[in-house]
């Protein structure tokens, strides 16, 4: 757009589409600085950044509900099995909840993070409050764009927290936090909302333990704050408190890792999900338990949820593998820096080591297909195996097959 210029001069057209995508999936990959774009650039940008955040089921109920059609039979039933844990009654009432949710935390965050910005950088009330409304948007969305070159890096740490708390209510999703804020009337919480709670505060205080443990032995180059910081980021939002570069190869292992698993059901995330990774890890412990059924809180998981699971992780993980070797052959990057950047795409983190700004075309077109491919994938795939499910009455014999 002609109205949209940038420090560094005009943008290439793959420049421009892997801006816009990066911020309608709310990935936060960047091949130019966010801060270089000018007002209406960044404000063009927080606006498909909200878009972005707001989801794809937001979205279709957004058109279903302005067309004033109802769904068809196939796709009411398919939108109540993805929404069993969810106790709505419309998707009026749906779009209403996400949309009361979503700006109730920004502008939350907003008046918090402009008093931050004030404090710390000494700005003008106007300039701290910009601030404070693309960082609050970006940081609920799990976008990651910055005005800052260097990101959170130079930010206070009570930025720092506001921003990881906004992420984490981004992360979650609205299913879990509308059964939370109706606690106190029903006094009972969904699996799903139990299962979401418990695998986000393991992946978080599991992965900051392990990143503080693994720089401490570096020469402690992180502090608490900066381990869990990474730890929540990680998981699809893309901002960094610290130079990713100067990190051990191990704790960069551990963020790719948390950024392929990334938020959860209903959030603003992408990823294959925390459920996906918790069926998928509940399953394998129970094989070596000797038992092929998946149990929590007395209750069993159907085996077809559990399958599902697996093919899910099992698609993310082949595509990533494929991805890295792609962009590793037409940049010449190392193959972990390569998985840095492909996990971070299908996250939807937006975490980079460099290699994104120096990608050629190849390159930028093979991240763009996985920031698609995180943010709608397993939405998409949920939907399509759902329709695809199918009960059967015949039974055939059992034959088991050599393994190892």
Request: net charge neutral; with cysteine; aromatic share 10%.
């Amino acid at each position: 757009m002609p109205f949209v210029t940038h420090k560094a001069g005009p943008l290439s057209w793959i420049d421009a589409l892997f801006t816009s995508t990066s911020a309608v999936c709310v990935t936060g990959l960047t091949t130019v600085n966010t801060s270089g774009f000018n007002l209406t650039g960044q404000l063009i940008i927080l606006t498909l950044i909200q878009i972005g955040g707001l989801g794809i089921m937001t979205l279709t109920a957004s058109i279903v509900v302005l067309v004033g059609r109802g769904m068809s039979f196939t796709n009411t039933q398919l939108f109540s099995n993805l929404s069993d844990s969810f106790p709505l009654k419309s998707v009026e009432s749906l779009l209403v909840t996400v949309l009361t949710y979503t700006f109730v935390i920004e502008l939350a965050g907003f008046i918090l993070l402009t008093y931050g910005f004030l404090e710390s950088n000494g700005t003008t009330l106007l300039d701290a409050a910009y601030l404070a409304l693309f960082h609050s948007v970006s940081a609920f969305c799990n976008a990651g764009f910055s005005t800052y070159d260097a990101s959170l890096v130079n930010a206070s740490p009570y930025v720092q927290i506001i921003v990881a708390m906004l992420i984490i209510l981004g992360g979650l999703g609205v299913y879990v936090i509308f059964e939370l804020t109706h606690y106190t009337k029903v006094h009972f919480l969904r699996i799903h909302t139990r299962l979401v709670l418990i695998t986000s505060i393991f992946l978080i205080a599991g992965g900051a333990i392990l990143i503080k443990v693994l720089e401490y032995f570096e020469g402690g180059r992180i502090d608490w704050l900066g381990a869990f910081f990474q730890s929540i980021t990680a998981r699809t939002a893309g901002f960094n408190s610290v130079d990713l570069t100067l990190l051990h190869p191990a704790s960069i292992m551990i963020i790719i890792a948390l950024m392929l698993i990334g938020a959860s059901p209903g959030g603003t995330g992408g990823g294959m999900k925390t459920t996906t990774f918790a069926l998928v890890f509940m399953s394998i412990l129970n094989t070596f338990k000797g038992s092929s059924r998946v149990l929590l809180f007395k209750r069993e998981i159907p085996q077809s949820n559990i399958l599902k699971a697996y093919t899910i992780m099992f698609t993310f993980i082949l595509l990533s593998v494929w991805s890295a070797v792609l962009v590793s052959a037409t940049t010449g990057a190392t193959l972990q820096d390569s998985f840095f950047e492909v996990a971070s795409a299908l996250g939807t983190v937006g975490l980079s080591l460099g290699v994104t700004a120096k990608g050629g075309v190849i390159c930028k077109l093979v991240l763009i297909s996985c920031m698609f491919v995180g943010r709608i994938g397993p939405f998409t795939m949920f939907l399509f195996l759902l329709s695809k499910e199918k009960t059967s009455r015949l039974e055939y014999p059992q034959e088991r097959v050599i393994m190892g």
